[in-house]
């Protein structure tokens, strides 16, 4: 079957979702007891599931709290990433001469994360941009948004639930052990300003329309129409949204949507905070081996390590002052019961 000829007739369906929050410094095998009221940097591991693959797939996004964040910004760079750089589907900036016949994410209802204005518009960037035909983005009812994800999720935390990990490149070593599972280390890099990038060419979806639904298509015969739908059932209405947003350019719109998505602006990195960048010094550095201190567990600096010795004498000075008050009020209060026992008898 020639090129021309597979893309015509591919149909493809990733389902993707965002895994339990991973830790590193995580000791699975020693368990040290002082760590357990430890709190270290959050790992966050976003997973794509290959539905073609017989079995599934899992293709792991791992990045730490440090490098980004769980919104919908993120979620609209990693399946980018995933169609171009990981599964080599799309170009970017570079259409095909032959469109993929069809494109199927399925994701969970959560809106912080996945069903929102950066993710579902994609839907219409991707088929205008002529990569795709057809483009369903479909969320599972909630209650019911157990999925193929979750099974590879099971499988890497049980290898790493048994292993100790020291540092970032052990805790990607440790998950690259399990079958059927392409391990991609995250950049700050990787994510992009989705949401500028869709606001200069797309309206955002009408107000209530999101929430209450669950598939979201667009085809190539109205590339700017987005078909919205309480299920994919027979019958089921749909309702049709114009996210055309009209500009100078509106003749050029391909090029400059080309060359937009090739200039996608790099997100600032949110970091990581303060109070953890003390608690790893202080507290976690002692506890791992010396060669890997100054990976995870880096001097702080003197301001940071300055400023948050004084939020906690700020807080302890609360609340002592709290606590002196409640005293107070509770003291104030015994002697009028008193007074008035006295004035009774």
Known sequence: MDAKKQNKERSLTFIADCSQNMEVPFF?????????????????????????VQGGALSAHVYTE????????????????????????IDIGNPPVDPIKELNIIMDNCGGQNKNNMVLRLAACLVEMKYFMKVNFIFYVVGHTKNACDRWFNT????????????MEQLLEVMKTNENTNVNNVTESDFKDFDKFLNQFYKKLESGSVSKNHVFTVEASNPTILQVRLDDIEGTPS????????????G???ELLMSAEKNLEILASPGVPDIKKVELYKKYRPLIPEQHRDITCPHPGEDVLSKIKTERNKKAQQRQKAKNEKKRSGVMENSEKDRAKVQKN
């Open 28 to 52: 699975g095998e020693s368990q040290p007891g002082d760590t357990h009221c430890f709190t270290p940097p959050k790992v966050n591991v976003f997973g794509i599931v290959d539905c073609s």
């Open 66 to 89: 440090g490098q980004g964040k769980k919104g919908g910004n993120n979620v609209a760079s990693l399946l980018l990433k995933e169609l171009s750089v990981v599964q080599g589907l």
């Open 156 to 167: 890497l935390k049980k290898t790493c639930r048994r292993s100790d990990v020291h540092t």
């Open 239 to 250: 309702e049709c949204q114009q996210l055309l947003k009209k500009h100078k350019g509106q």
């Open 252 to 254: 050029i719109r391909i």
